[in-house]
């Protein structure tokens, strides 16, 4: 049995697959446990193994990859098209197969180790600033309640609090007094598990060389340096700049029917979390580029004027993408823009 591709649908315990040849004949259909699986695919020997990007599929990914194995990861909203009739474990693989067969087909790559470290270093990180800020809410809400009010930077109310919590007039009780005290010292170990989180973040940065590159980019710090690379590793799956972009959502949203081409806002595709660090670190560029006189900042500076705050920061983010894909995908550094005379 010749099995071509061998589609895999993944879950916890039992995985279906699906295996057909070089005209998408179907050759092989079955249920496998989970102790069961590699050597279900040792014993059919396909050249190409297509899975969804899902959980755990990178993890299978290395495995198979090690025995000498294509590995074709599909984000799975490109396989729900390829469905028939009713959704099951063999529908989806059968899908799996012939979306991985489709030539335009797009696929993932395969993560290493290395990379999900980052990626989940990242995640936490994101979590125990969510946690964070809703402490920090926790403590103005319950002040506010008793007409103490302070600025809602973390900045701020770390200033105001000391002073607030020395008073003991007004409604202010003990009791009071005492939660906010006991939000703060979980404040303190959530700030302490932060800080740990960017050292490593910063032992990351200094262990790669792909984020040392786009580091150097103005917009681009540590944390965004490491998270594109945890995501997109040396981005040789783009073809170019703009498809990165498009990947994280910084191109407009087209409706174009009839020959006539509308332009919509960011379509916003593709990871938040990184579409979030770009602009947030264009914003800060922008920040600083108020009466600067190299070519960037005379750019931004005039788009500012034309399309506003917002905008510009977007466009800047998307032409931070583009200069990444071309120096993760190349081998010359980043040359930031000269000073004119």
Request: charge should be positive.
């Amino acid at each position: 049995m010749d099995i071509d591709i061998l589609g895999i649908d993944l879950a916890k315990r039992v995985f279906q697959l699906h295996g057909a040849d070089r005209r998408g004949h179907a050759l092989h259909g079955s249920k496998v446990l989970r102790a069961e699986l590699l050597g279900a695919v040792r014993k059919l020997q396909p050249r190409i193994i297509a899975m969804e990007a899902c959980s755990s599929a990178h993890h299978w990914g290395r495995q198979f990859q090690a025995m000498g194995i294509e590995v074709r990861l599909i984000s799975p909203q490109y396989v729900a098209p390829f469905v028939k009739t009713n959704k099951n474990d063999a529908n989806d693989a059968a899908a799996i197969v012939e979306a991985a067969s489709r030539p335009t087909m797009h696929f993932v790559t395969v993560k290493s180790i290395e990379q999900q470290d980052m990626r989940a270093v990242h995640r936490v990180r994101e979590l125990l600033v969510h946690q964070r800020t809703a402490l920090i809410n926790q403590v103005r809400g319950l002040l506010a309640e008793r007409g103490v009010i302070m600025a809602q930077t973390p900045t701020a109310f770390k200033r105001a609090l000391p002073s607030i919590l020395a008073r003991c007039d007004g409604e202010l009780t003990s009791i009071c007094q005492t939660l906010v005290t006991e939000l703060l010292e979980q404040l303190r170990i959530l700030e302490e598990r932060i800080a740990r989180t960017n050292q490593w973040i910063t032992s990351f940065l200094k262990s790669s060389a792909l984020c040392k590159k786009i580091e150097a980019i103005d917009g681009v710090g540590p944390i965004t340096a490491t998270a594109i690379v945890a995501a997109v590793g040396d981005a040789k799956e783009f073809k170019n700049g703009r498809h990165l972009s498009a990947w994280l959502g910084l191109v407009p949203r087209q409706y174009s029917s009839g020959g006539k081409s509308r332009l919509q806002g960011i379509s916003k595709r593709g990871d938040i979390y990184l579409r979030t660090l770009l602009i947030h670190g264009a914003r800060v560029v922008l920040r600083y580029a108020i009466g600067k006189a190299d070519a960037r900042s005379r750019w931004l500076q005039d788009l500012i004027a034309r399309r506003g705050y917002n905008r510009a920061a977007v466009a800047l983010a998307n032409k931070n993408a583009r200069v990444i894909q071309a120096l993760l995908s190349g081998t010359e550094d980043y040359r930031s823009p000269a000073v004119p005379a």
